[in-house]
């Protein structure tokens, strides 16, 4: 395969020995291809983006299965968005204040999430999470926040998945138990005993390394009462699913809404804004917390949310991508079975997790991501995939045709199960 | 007053009262009219910037003297940036990988800033100055990082200058001094011992409330010398002064090169970035940091500034801001004379800040901006202001036909001194 790699990577290959002079390690964070174990083919530069394609910087263009690791809910560059985007950015994006796009993006964010009475904007994820633990501290005078051991909820020493240069004091006051596992969660809870001020949870377990696992809704109601009853804060961190599973917020389906929830990735298509929002209770409390960033009141970021949740609404793309996500998945488990390959395929269907039962460290998986590349799709071997509203029947027909073609290469470089 | 200001601003107020029900306090962070303490007359809501101009919701238009808190370095929607921004979105922005701009970018920086070898790009200043220490952190197995007491480094719970929702632990690990005192500095050395990771340092004094201050070439060369012996990170937070005072890094006209620097603000004249630039020594620990964020590969931000940094340089922009500094500051400080009010002028040229000997409460600051606001030119009578290069000598003497009305009624109000 290295020829070939190397005809379709030239350019990729040039930008990366140029990176390796200029940037630790090459690259950095979760769009290092070495950090994502990515396959040797994945290209670590990409030139553009187009609806449901992508295109590296040698010209290759695949179907992305990974929606920039998820901001991409409608597509990349979709019109009503750019447009949006385009004509404020003509007025101003950074001004010395707000321009009238956070007002409009607040009222619309609160009516659009029903948990929601207020929303403050910034932007990334991080900022929302560690926002919202800040809140929770403040509003109980308690120190503690309970979460899911091993749940991403950003990069801040707080909640890194890396330890280098974490200090025992910045997770003094975490503690930790295990996605829908009541008795955990209640042994957490007695032993934050006085300082409990909240609990930060996901929609559903997307532990990378771990299958998916939606959650329990009966679990879910645990926490909301318990979280009454000790009066703590129950925090959403809606920020990978965040409009995926339900415009309203992931939980609206189970019928149990949060206090705070922090949102970003998807909110504006892929321009960088985060949010938290809050319910009345915790209003006053969150004006008393400085959350605030140089670019935290950029106009464009706001005008392409407003414009991204319109279109979101318009294009009915929650019931698209769940319609999008049946099919694959049905695709794919059927491809896997007529291949005699046991799979594991989990997850929410729109973003879905797929593991080989035989694999030890995911090297039939990342031969799956390898081949499924060389056909054509661009899907993260060792991280959920994402659909998008971009994704129609005939797209997710192109992305079958590559998975196929991935389980054939499994097939023949392993054998079935 | 109160007529005049409902006259020239119902917008605003209609804005105000949207604004009230969905976002805490009406508005959050610093773009909030009542948290930076601006007078009644001072717009909450702007809706468009175009070089040295700003323009409310209302429709008055108001030299800018703030720049957006620092992002707007070569003027409002800078065309050459504004192209480069336009013409990286029509390919993408936000993808599943990084876009060669992060390399060109990369090249560009450090090629710029003296000291630096290599750089990791972000999206908030905190987002760079937190990343700092948990690199200094991880560089020397220690865990005490020394700070300025009172020094702004970003809004995270370890620096937040409001205490709401902060908990002693995020502290735990930081010491103070004061700024230029190099007995205090070695006190906190002492007291940090074998502990001591790391001294985190803006390029001059410029903390809210007090007279600014430039740095002591002396003091600068006795944190170098201290960190070299004993084996500490210096890390400059160049994120307010970046740029304006030198293009290399804001401690190169002293001969003190940090060994780790925080940027953000104007490094793409608005768009989101924060940049990490680093020497060589510390390259490969800084790769085992996890430094990343949804949006921190985003190439238009980039492409922004790239071409930020050249037009820096075509339009010597640095001289040029400096030249309309001292233009400012002259003519400030004899209006001041010619209306017999005692004041203090004091920081970079380019970044000055200004207090009546005779405030208490910045009270006549407060009646001198809003008079200057009223006479069209847009100043925080709390915060330093910012000069950029679109402030020629024609809209200086604008400014200063403004602050001799300031002054005026300063001396109608509270009489000479």
């Known amino acids: 395969m290295g020829t070939d790699v190397k005809a379709i990577h030239q350019r990729d290959a040039d930008l990366r020995r140029r990176a390796e002079r200029v940037i630790p390690a090459g690259m950095y964070g979760h769009h290092s291809v070495v950090n994502m174990h990515l396959p040797p083919n994945f290209p670590q530069f990409l030139k553009e983006g187009n609806g449901a394609y992508i ?22 560059r979709h019109p009503a968005v750019e447009e949006a985007a385009r004509k404020q950015a003509a007025l101003g994006d950074c001004l010395d204040a ?26 990334n994820g991080t900022d929302a999470t560690t926002g919202c633990l800040t809140i929770a501290r403040a509003a109980t005078g308690r120190s503690v926040i309970l979460a899911v051991r091993g749940s991403y909820h950003g990069a801040a020493p707080w ?89 309203g ?26 949010a938290i929002a809050g319910s009345e209770k915790y209003r006053e409390v969150a004006s008393t917390v400085f959350l605030t960033g140089s670019f935290w009141f950029a106009a464009v ?19 698209r991508m769940a319609r999008a996500g049946d099919l694959l998945k049905t695709g794919v488990v059927a491809q896997a079975g007529a291949h005699d390959l046991a799979i594991h395929y989990t997850g929410h269907p729109t973003m879905p997790y797929i593991t080989f039962e035989a694999d030890t460290d995911y090297e039939r998986m990342t031969t799956f991501g390898s081949a499924a590349l060389n056909a054509g799709t661009y899907l993260a071997p060792r991280h ?34």
Chains 1, 2 share one sequence.
């Open 55 to 76: 295109r590296d910087v040698d010209g290759n263009e695949y179907v992305d299965l990974l929606c920039s690791y998820g901001p991409i809910i409608l597509g990349h």
């Open 98 to 123: 707000p321009s009238p796009r956070v007002v409009e993006l607040a009222e619309l964010f609160t009516s659009t999430v029903e948990h929601a009475d207020w929303a403050v904007f910034a932007k």
């Open 159 to 247: 909640c890194t998945p890396w330890p280098a240069g974490v200090l025992p004091q910045d997770r003094a006051n975490m503690r930790y138990f295990d996605y829908n596992d009541a008795e955990s969660f209640k042994a957490a809870v007695a032993e934050a005993g006085e300082e409990f001020a909240g609990v930060i949870i996901t929609p559903f377990k997307h532990i990378e390394g771990f299958d998916q696992e939606l959650v329990d809704p009966e679990f879910a109601r645990l926490l909301r009462r318990t979280c009454d009853d000790c009066r703590a804060l129950l925090i959403l961190d809606d920020v990978r699913c965040g409009f995926r599973m339900h415009l």
């Open 249 to 274: 917020g992931s939980w609206e389906p189970i019928g149990v809404r949060p206090d705070l929830s922090a949102w970003s990735k998807a909110i504006a298509n892929g321009y960088a804004l985060a």
């Open 301 to 319: 970021s706001m005008a392409a949310a407003i414009a991204t949740i319109g279109a979101l609404r318009a294009e009915d793309a929650v019931a």
């Open 384 to 417: 959920n995939w994402f659909l998008n509203a971009a994704h129609s029947d005939d797209i997710i027909n192109r992305v079958l045709a590559s998975t196929d073609r991935a389980f054939d290469a499994v097939r023949r470089a392993y054998g079935g199960d």
